[in-house]
């Protein structure tokens, strides 16, 4: 069974103040790794997808690599409206049905 | 950028009752999901559904749920008879071939 565990659990950062999300995972053949932003009441919107260990995709201020075992999401220099909660999720195999993790919800204080 | 489209936004029913959640994916997608989130707690996969059939379901789904595509553009999910801890935000989704998922705003659910 596909397992996703992402810390912390919650984050408050200054605004400026960089950091990094973990989301370690434990899969039988990683598919791919999904990384989502969800806003309270809303549905995830996605921002990644990695493929393999080493990978690295950008994306204004959000960076997320991947390694056999964990991804991270970097945030540099964070503004407010970056507060959002981030959701990892994984497919494993001939699997199209993505596991999610519980998320870090990220609040940036002005 | 096309969306998926669910309605309504929020339903309120007695234990009990059958609900019908409602959904439009983006059209030319060729899977279909519904996940739900109970407030606090991860997205939960209930149902994937490719080519006009269940593909998979979580334990999750039982014999109280069901889905169905009935006109080739909407995709529901019936619920036929609530319990409360049906009370959820239920979340559609659908992707092309292999790709990221696109989700709609939810339907949240609560059961009295």
């Known amino acids: 069974e596909d397992q996703v565990t992402q810390s912390p659990e919650a984050l408050r950062l200054q605004e400026g103040e960089s950091s990094s999300l973990n989301c370690s995972y434990t899969v039988s053949g990683l598919r791919g790794l999904f990384w989502y932003r969800q806003d309270p009441g809303k549905g995830p919107e996605f921002l990644f997808t990695?493929?393999?260990a080493g990978e690295e995709k950008e994306k204004e201020r959000l960076k997320a690599t991947l390694t056999k075992k964990e991804s991270f999401l970097h945030i540099t220099a964070p503004k407010p409206e970056d507060s959002a909660t981030y959701l990892c999720?994984?497919?494993?195999?001939?699997?199209?049905?993505?596991?999610f993790g519980r998320g870090t919800s990220l609040i940036v204080h002005p | 950028e096309p969306e998926v489209t669910q309605t309504p936004s929020h339903q309120v029913t007695q234990m009990g009752q059958e609900v019908i959640l409602r959904c439009v994916p983006i059209s030319n997608h060729l899977y279909f999901y519904w996940y739900r989130q109970i407030l606090g707690q991860k997205v939960e996969f209930l149902v994937s559904f490719y080519n006009n059939e269940i593909s998979e379901k979580s334990e999750i789904f039982d014999d109280q749920f069901s889905v169905e595509r009935p006109d080739g553009s909407n995709f529901t999910l019936k619920i036929r008879s609530t319990k409360l801890e049906d009370s959820a935000m239920y979340f559609c989704a659908s992707r092309a071939e292999s790709e990221k998922l696109f989700f709609g705003s939810g339907t949240q659910l609560s059961v009295l």
């Open positions: 999720a994984v497919e494993s195999g001939g699997s199209y049905i993505p596991t």
């Open positions: 990695l493929y393999s």
